[in-house]
C-alpha cells in the first residue's frame, strides 16, 4: 500500500524557517489536490494550506505571507516552506494528497512530522 512519507521537521528556534517535504512511496494516481494540515496538542486538526492540480494554492490565515506551499508534478511531491516561524506553529504536521477514484474520492495522509518552534 502507498503512503505518504514526510520529512523536515523538527527543533527551530522563533523567527526561523524549515522546509517540509512528502512524496508517496509508491505511484498515485488521479491526484487531485494536495496539502497540509497540523494538529497542536489538545486541538483539532487544522488545514494549513492546499494547493491543486493546476496550482492553486490556499492558506489558514494565520500563515499566509510566512508559509509557501508548492509542488512538483513529476515526482508527486509537495512542500510546505515555513518562514518566520512562531512558538504557536508548533504542532505535528501532515501531508495530505486527495485523489479521484472509479469509486470516488481517496485522501492518503503521512504519518505526521513533529515541528517545535521555541521562543
Known amino acids: 500500500q502507498v503512503q505518504l512519507v514526510e520529512s523536515g521537521g523538527g527543533l527551530v528556534q522563533a523567527g526561523g524557517s524549515r522546509r517540509l517535504s512528502c512524496a508517496p512511496s509508491?505511484?498515485?494516481?488521479?491526484?487531485?489536490?494536495m496539502g497540509w494540515y497540523r494538529q497542536a496538542p489538545g486541538k483539532e486538526r487544522e488545514l494549513v494550506a492546499t494547493?491543486?492540480?493546476?496550482?492553486?494554492?490556499n492558506y489558514q490565515d494565520s500563515v499566509k505571507g510566512r508559509f509557501t506551499i508548492s509542488r512538483d508534478n513529476a515526482k508527486n511531491t509537495v512542500y510546505l516552506q515555513m518562514n518566520s516561524l512562531k512558538p504557536e506553529d508548533t504542532a505535528v504536521y501532515y501531508c495530505?494528497?486527495?485523489?479521484?477514484?472509479?469509486?470516488?474520492?481517496?485522501?492518503?495522509w503521512g504519518q505526521g512530522t513533529q515541528v517545535t518552534v521555541s521562543s
Open positions: 509508491g505511484n498515485i494516481f488521479g491526484i487531485n489536490a
Open positions: 494547493i491543486t492540480s493546476g496550482g492553486i494554492t
Open positions: 495530505n494528497v486527495n485523489t479521484r477514484t472509479y469509486w470516488g474520492l481517496y485522501d492518503y
